[in-house]
């Protein structure tokens, strides 16, 4: 798998991040983060490997139309009163927001085709069902990848939509050839 090179003009945007088991921060070991937007002025992603068991859904999601979908993931602690879908690109609202040629980020209170689930007609082929999304500040993400905190592939539809939520974290480390065990010891010289 191809590792991404970050420059001033590189955009993290649709790859995924994925934690190293060395990870210091307690909060992202062992996950998958899906980034949807990434400038000079900061990034946000999604955490898409954390599933949210139906007593945790806030309050305002336990009756909408999120119910319809038989997993719901954590996205991340900001703007957690949000659902959002994370989908294939052959679905788009006007509040889309598009990531590459591949996929799409849409606010779920939006998705008007929740009753055409059983048909498919008009929804996307693939979509996550996410809450809240993560952030980082201005150049933060770019330290974490300096630190070894995480390391940028380009985004699967296998990864991010057919591979089970327990699953995500051991296939996108094996994505690059790495198991576990020596990626416990492994410290990239740089990015790239």
Known sequence: ?????????SSLSGCVLISFPNVRKQDFQKNVVFVFHHSDEGAMGFL???PLQRQDWPETFKNSALTMSDTVLWGGGSDVDRGFLLHSKDYST??????GESYGVSPAKKIKNFGDLDSLEGFPRYTLTLIGYISWRAGQIE??????DWIAVPASP?????TSPAKK?????SMLNLHQEVALTYCPGSIG
């Open 169 to 173: 974290w051991e296939t996108a480390l």
């Open 1 to 9: 798998m191809k590792k991404i090179k970050l420059d001033e003009r």
């Open 94 to 99: 006007e509040e889309t927001l598009h990531v």
């Open 48 to 50: 898409i490997n954390l």
């Open 158 to 162: 296998n990864l991010l939509f057919e």
């Open 143 to 148: 330290e974490e990848l300096m630190n070894h």
